[in-house]
């Protein structure tokens, strides 16, 4: 199917990758310029977020690309299977609690158990899904002039040479980004029907669960067990490692864990940490999880739906086998700063080079991969960056933790809300926008925030979140925190707040500012 | 009642403001230290915003304050009547809104019109606001080391003097800051019951209105006007102007007011623009408003609730008579950029010195003041600043409108969601955190942003967004555009976004970074 002529209207790219979807269009989407006669500057494989912000990019600089992806659409596994149907969930969560507890309150009704339902929220993803992808198909060609080949997987042939639909196309560079599955754990049972991750789940599930056991305690662990739970599926989290404290995960501070997985647990999940899955029990599905706990004994939890959480591995193996690219003991395939692999002319983006998985990450190696195929040096160095999660929260922190920052520096000071030594209940603060009707009504539940400064340079180093409308500041606070002379107090007691902002950093910190020996909040 | 040697917890704190407010303890609350022999550096008469901040920097650079207030609590009118109960109201809104378009979906059941009440939220608000005033007490106390009497009227007797419950105080300085209260339109009726604004809504609706005319088209009419309607009271605003095109509003796009006004008629409300109150009419409590509508036509609309939305108008009157104080047209204090009024050592800040009314002012007055007193010229300029509304969605923005850029600029570019052109039902973009639900059933509600650059610097030089989770930002984006060198495209696009993200800036900045001569996208 030639669209390379054709100016699709976003309903019209709907229609089209529905059709794909069900196998009516089973020949590639095509988009590739003809008349051009340059040569290609470099094939992406995979129009994931890598893939795609690195066409753009190389696009913007004036270069030539085409981009090739197994699915319909551009946009890869986020918007169909992974950040855009987990953000659908934790809303979801977000306002099954909000409807549980303010039940018979204001205008909420009687809250009814048996409305609520995680295939209902899963049914609604799935059938809305495509907009997002008819939209980034439409900006892609539209807006940003890349060229592209869909519904139709590619094959590396050699390192300037990728193969797609029978037919051959040459480029100066590859740039390889096909991400990762998640890693399957090696347990009894673990095929049983009734066993899903993040991608099966939302394109299998076909029964309402009724007890679900997440063995693992990755992010998607924490996110998609709340999400549960909230949707009236009683769950227990299965992990090794202390929720939050798995080595995927940097700069955690303690008392911001503690408020989110004390949160998780009076919401009824049950967390076992230190814990193992032994055995996935079934009888032709799923039943339940034989699983050691912390103290050694043998627990069997049942479960008519178990989820793993157990974090993800890169699809290197291909390139592996074709262009023997070097990868490291997770399969990761390992780049320098440039995105360049051990394979002259081949670069790696995205989740194939293994973690942070983040979006930020796969759209700026993309970038970086760009840059430097169109001969401008450029190095991304992502050892720091800023996180979150979902529990029914947003979570969200940047820079080091209060425990990191006292190893680090000699005098440090700390900006918390609620006060240590407060009762939660005792105030309802913060609270902002997401959180007012929280405050108002079981003002425990309104949030936790803390700011960490180096007392002697006066730098804020850390800060750290749990409520809602605060993820995107971080954004800022991180360019602004690790910019050359940082982030002082002073300087952002002199910031205009938006009031009620929903991480009060600003104010707090103009409520120390003046003092010239600093000293905690 | 001397409170001085005594530590409350937050719980102790409530009880007292309860009993003051109900006439219980009827004497002044005082935390003045009697041993500490110390001149005063400055009086602060009222404890809001202004007045509290500006304590704790006082206080934090080591000078002596006394802050007095006849409310039992510390924090003004924001807590009480003012920016707390709005976002309560605008989460309320949200919130009704959800319930009402999801009827009858997922877990939400049939939506019951009965339950749709504003004086439910108001009283639940009134019921609960105590405890934010309570902890404001307790932090200015125990945290902040400020003295202050509350509970009782101050009287300024001179420059330097100020008497309150039969005593006299003395001071180098005085830092007057007790605000403003709403300008009352000289309409026939207007003293009718019936008639309220927001401080009066929130202390005296007794009964469930339902229907409601606003007069006036300020911020206050827009947000009230939003949740009287999500509350099930169908409300007309009644406006001179055109909404959010209003002198005390700057920088507002007419993109994103466009989209606002729009939403808020698609949600049933009568917006009259170009109209003006002739008289609120009334049998002993009002029954409706008498308007002369654009066209010059007289018309009535009936109203059990008519509510002031005309802006405010400073509290300056005693300190004319006393200080002889200079004010302007609007009777608002004139100040220099150090906060000092005409009368030498007399400071006044916050709404007592005009628009804007926010709190970032208030509070950053406050500082100023401090800051002079103890010595440290500084200078504060509040000319430009990011600002919000709330619809039923969180409205922010900063720098400059589209057409202020065009203006200013030889060649501007746009990065818009969702781009010019696009039904708004094409795509459910921009969407994140807030906005999950309702991109997936109703994606033309989903928001709308634009971010505004200069072709030639590559400057970001205006960012407008509509929607949710994204107010947070802008206080650090105001901070980066208007520090030296600004913000430009490419620093966007070399930020670590935390997808989704609510505002999508980075991500759509980094789309078109990659050019050497940008184009709208």
Redesign the interface.
């Known amino acids: 199917m030639d669209v390379r002529d054709r100016s699709f ?3 019209e790219w709907r229609t089209i990758i529905d059709r794909a979807e069900t196998g009516e269009i089973d020949e590639p989407i095509v988009n590739v310029d003809r008349e051009d006669r340059r040569e290609f500057d470099a094939i992406f494989v995979g129009g994931g977020a890598g893939g795609r ?1 690195g066409s ?7 270069g030539r690309q085409l981009t090739i992806d197994r699915w319909p659409f551009l946009g890869g596994s ?1 918007p169909h299977q992974a ?2 149907p987990h ?2 969930f ?3 969560a977000r ?2 609690d ?2 549980r507890s303010l039940s018979g309150r ?7 158990e048996k ?3 995680m295939l ?2 899963i049914e ?2 799935r059938s ?1 899904r495509n ?2 992808h ?2 980034m198909n439409w ?1 892609s060609k539209e ?2 002039g890349m060229e592209y080949i869909l519904n139709a997987p590619a094959t590396v042939r050699d390192e300037h040479t990728v193969e797609v639909a029978g037919q051959r196309f040459h480029a100066r560079n590859l740039v390889l980004g096909t991400g990762a599955r998640t890693e399957v754990p090696e347990v009894p049972g673990v095929d049983l029907p009734g066993v899903f991750d993040f991608a099966s789940l939302v394109e299998e599930l076909d029964y309402e669960p009724n007890r679900c056991v997440i063995i693992g305690g990755s992010k998607v662990a924490v996110e998609y067990g709340s999400f549960f739970q909230a949707a009236g599926c009683p769950t227990t989290i299965v992990s090794r490692s202390p929720l939050m404290r798995t080595a995927s995960l940097h700069h955690v501070d303690e008392d911001m864990r503690q408020f989110v997985v004390s949160g998780m647990r009076s919401r009824g999940m049950t967390i076992l940490e230190g814990a193992e899955p032994v055995e996935i029990t079934g009888n032709g599905r799923a039943t339940g999880v034989v699983v050691r706990t912390a103290g050694g004994a043998l627990h069997t939890f049942p479960a008519d739906f178990v989820f793993l959480g157990t974090g993800e591995r890169a699809c290197s193996q291909p390139f592996v086998d074709t262009l023997g690219v070097e990868v490291d003991g997770r399969a990761s395939i390992v780049v320098n700063p440039r995105m360049q692999t051990s394979v002259p002319g081949v670069y790696a983006i995205g989740d194939l080079i293994g973690p942070p998985m ?4 796969a ?2 190696c993309g ?1 970086a991969a ?2 430097n195929i169109m001969g401008e040096p450029y190095e991304f160095d ?1 050892s720091e ?4 999660l979902h529990s029914t929260y ?1 979570v ?1 922190w940047v820079g080091l933790t209060e425990a990191e920052a006292r190893e680090r520096y000699e005098r440090v000071i700390v900006i918390q809300m609620p ?1 240590p030594g ?1 009762g939660l209940d ?4 913060p ?4 959180s ?2 929280t405050a ?2 079981n ?1 425990a539940a309104s949030g936790f925030q803390k700011c960490v400064i180096d007392a002697v340079s006066r730098r804020v180093v850390g800060a750290h979140h749990v409520g ?13 925190i690790h910019r050359p002379g940082g982030l002082t107090i002073d ?1 952002m ?11 009060h950093f ?2 707090l910190c ?7 020996d600093l000293t905690d ?1």
């Open positions: 209207r976003t309903g912000f753009a990019y190389l696009r913007a600089r004036g986020c950040c855009v953000h659908l934790s809303e979801s306002e099954l909000l409807a204001l205008w909420f009704g009687e809250f009814d409305r609520a339902s209902a929220v609604l993803f809305e907009r997002a008819a939209f900006q807006q940003l983040e979006m930020f990450k759209r700026k970038m760009a840059r992502f960056y800023p996180d979150f947003e969200t006060p407060m005792e105030t309802p603060l609270c902002a926008e997401g007012m009707l108002f009504t003002p809602f409308g605060a993820k995107t500041a971080f954004q800022y606070l991180d360019h602004l300087q007691a002199e910031m205009n707040e938006l009031f009620l902002n929903s991480e600003v104010q103009r409520l120390r500012a003046g003092q010239l909040l």
